[in-house]
Structures are given as C-alpha cells and as structure tokens.
C-alpha cells in the first residue's frame, strides 16, 4: 500500500526559479490537498480539489498553481520562488464524506535562496 | 475563518508521566481528529472522533470530544521515548459547496527524558 507519495523529498530553488511538486495517491481518493507547515505555524492549506478537473483555493494560495487532470496527480506548482515558500509541503487525500480521514504524503522540504 | 488554540506549545516529561493536551476553538466543529508528526515525516492520525462527548481510546492515547463541540483534548498514559514527537489536533467543519475543510492547531511538541 503506497498511499499518498509525494517527490521530491528534498530540494533547494534560487530565487525566481520554477518547479513542480508531484502528489500522487492509490487509494481512489476523491479530495486532495496541499498544505504548507512552518515551524511552530501548524499546517496552512493551499489549494485543493474535491475531483478530477476541479481545484480551489485555500488559506494562502499566492504564488502557487494546481492542476488535477487525474484522480491520482495533483501537482502543485511554484512559477516564481520566493524565499517566503521556504517551507514543507504536504499532500494529504481523503474520500468525500463528513467522517472520512485525511492521510498525508511525507512532505517535501523547499528552500529558497 | 476558524482557528484553533493547542496547547501547550511544548512539554518536556520524565518516561512513565501521564501527557495531557487540548485544543479549543472559537467555531463548532463535527469532527475531531488527533495526529502525530515525526521528523522527516507527515502527519499520521491517531484517533478520530466523531460525536459531542465521545472518548475514544487507542492504546495508551485518549482522546475526547467536547460536549460544546468547541473543544477536544488528548491524553497519553505512561509515556515512553517513542511518544516523542508533534501532535496536532485537527477541527473538520462544513465550509460551504458540499465541501468539508480541516483547521489544524499548530502542535504540541513532546519531548519524553528517558
């Protein structure tokens, strides 16, 4: 059972560079989330989507960009970095419905210098 | 939008000591969940709670859920090193177009002296 996995687990930007952050997820899942954590901040949401072709934004969607072609994929895009995006980012899913858990990937360390 | 208040922020406890942790909100929430992050790695839940006043138990974790729905805590009996770790209780809520979101607390750090 692989769950949520998410690539890279490491990586290190410059400034005003461009990457992807892949999430992919077997379990069928219909949500899926990006979640960016920041010491002693808890978890912030980024943006999600409850299904294949359909995101929205969260708490702090600025300077990012998803896509969800795939019930599996959802990348998260970063076009310009910033070193405010230095950070943790992790990709959680879950079935649709009041009571279902959400299961988290093991996150990517981003910096930005 | 909603927030969540967790603490204690950190705790430094002697292995055997019994933990207590809570989490209360300005919001109701339907659901409550409790997960534990490790180094290096994401969250992983350990109990979920579902109606006012349940309490739940997994192993040497309890947990319970506020009657007011405004509020939960996490009790860990007789830690031992491997408890170490941040926990972070989590308040599920509707928040509009069928879509139901999570707020997080921002963890309690365990640090357990053996």
């Known amino acids: 059972n692989a769950g949520v996995t998410q690539t890279p687990k490491f990586r290190i930007l410059k400034i005003g560079q461009s990457m992807t952050l892949q999430c992919t997820q077997d379990?069928?899942?219909?949500?899926m989330y990006w979640y960016r954590q920041d010491p002693g901040m808890g978890l912030k949401l980024i943006y999600y989507s409850v299904g294949a072709g359909i995101t929205d934004k969260g708490e702090v969607p600025n300077g990012y960009n998803v896509s969800r072609s795939t019930t599996e994929d959802f990348p998260l895009r970063l076009e310009l970095a910033a070193p405010s995006q230095t950070s943790v980012y992790f990709c959680a899913s879950r079935y649709r419905g009041l009571n279902e858990k959400l299961f988290f990937g093991s996150g990517t360390q981003l910096s930005v210098l | 939008g909603q927030q969540l208040n967790q603490s204690p922020q950190s705790m430094f406890i002697q292995e055997g000591e019994d933990v207590s942790m809570n989490c209360t909100s300005s919001?109701?929430?339907?659901?409550w969940l409790w997960y534990k992050q490790e180094p290096g790695e994401g969250p992983v839940l350990l109990i979920a709670?579902?109606?006012?006043?349940e309490l739940t138990s997994n192993g040497r974790l309890t947990a319970q859920f506020g009657i007011t729905r405004k509020d939960s805590f996490l009790n860990i009996s007789a830690s031992i090193p491997s408890d170490v770790g941040i926990y972070f209780c989590a308040g599920q809520g509707y928040s509009g177009a069928g879509s139901y979101q999570l707020t997080f607390g921002k963890g309690t750090k365990l640090s357990v002296i053996p």
């Open positions: 919001s109701i929430f339907n659901t």
């Open positions: 379990m069928n899942h219909n949500y």
């Open positions: 709670l579902y109606k006012a006043g």
